[in-house]
């Protein structure tokens, strides 16, 4: 078996005006928490280190810019890649990234239990739309913001396994889990920054928490892997971000939960090689998969 504590470490919300310096003294203090329940690796959410800022319609250039990081790490997030050495935890964490070629990605890194970047993703499912719609209470400007990622969905070797990372939205799409599965990937770890009011169809807002689940769950489920999705949660600025971080099993299964909609820890115990209970079994893609017959348009 390979058997191990992951960490789930939902935030709170992050108010507008907060500090980096602020929201990575909270996660180091969530980092402790993690690594005092025997945690091997803690997940942090998307866009960690500042207010969720798609929100709202900047223009000026230096107004955009001052939510991204151009270095990673850098003075700010040093002492989390110091802590995670010193306690010997990995981590996940979301952030902006502008690049010095000047391009902007919704981006996640993989940090192991040296305090070393081992895998980094940027978001290719950007929900959202591209300019200001004055018809929504708050913006959700993500395609304005963020390029699409450049790098493709991965799995990487990481603790005695294959770990693979997506972003939010992207959980959403089956062809996440599925592109994940196909690369080996036997732990999924996210972030999200979901808001409990959903313009376009307010009528689904009670059903947040349960599409969180359902997409997660599934995900897991239909590929046989086990996945840890973070939130940032609680009212920041004046929009309700939901709660209902979770740990899912290869069976789909919901192992942890978050109670809360604050700084919390959640943590559970995953073994990897329980993967092939479903792999091997139902979702054994090399017997039961029939890939030469999707995406078969066929006329009606
Ligand atoms: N947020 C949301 C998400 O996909 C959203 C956007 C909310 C889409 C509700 C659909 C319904 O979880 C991010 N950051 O992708």
Redesign the pocket.
Do not use: M, S, V, W
């Given at each position: 078996s390979r058997k191990f504590i992951v960490a789930g470490a939902q935030l709170g919300p992050i108010a507008r005006d907060e500090s980096r310096a602020s929201a990575v003294a909270r996660m180091c203090a969530l980092m402790r928490a993690a690594k005092a329940r025997g945690a091997r690796v803690v997940v942090f959410p998307?866009?960690a280190l500042t207010t969720?800022f798609?929100r709202w319609h900047f223009t000026d250039p230096a107004d955009i810019d001052q939510w991204f990081e151009t270095e990673m790490p850098n003075a700010d997030t040093q002492p989390l890649f110091d802590l995670s050495r010193e306690l010997g935890i990995g981590f996940h964490l979301g952030y902006a990234e502008l690049t010095a070629d000047g391009h902007h990605y919704?981006t996640a890194i993989m940090v192991n239990e040296s305090g070393e970047i081992i895998g980094k993703y940027r978001?290719i499912?950007?929900?959202?739309h591209f300019e200001f719609e004055d018809w929504r209470p708050f913006q959700?400007l993500?395609k304005y913001y963020f390029e699409k990622g450049d790098l493709g969905f991965h799995a990487f070797h990481a603790f005695d396994g294959k770990a693979g990372m997506c972003?939010?939205?992207?959980?959403?799409w089956p062809e996440t889990w599925r592109s994940l599965g196909l690369a080996g990937a036997e732990l999924v770890v996210l972030g999200?920054?979901?808001?409990l009011h959903?313009p376009p169809?307010p009528e689904?807002d009670h059903l947040?928490y349960f599409?969180?689940e359902l997409s997660v769950q599934a995900g897991c489920y239909q590929n046989g892997l086990w996945a840890v999705a973070v939130a940032k949660a609680g009212n920041e600025e004046g929009c309700d971000l939901i709660g209902g971080s979770v740990i899912v099993a290869p069976t789909g299964e919901i192992i942890a939960k978050a109670q809360g909609v604050g700084d919390e820890v959640i943590t559970a115990e995953v073994d990897l090689d329980r993967c092939t209970e479903i792999r091997a079994n139902i979702f054994n893609f090399a017997m039961h998969r029939e890939p030469s017959d999707y995406h078969r348009i066929t006329a009606p």
């Open positions: 998307e866009l969720f798609p919704n978001k499912h950007l929900p959202g959700h993500e972003i939010c939205n992207d959980r959403r999200y920054n979901t808001p959903y169809a689904h947040q599409h969180n």
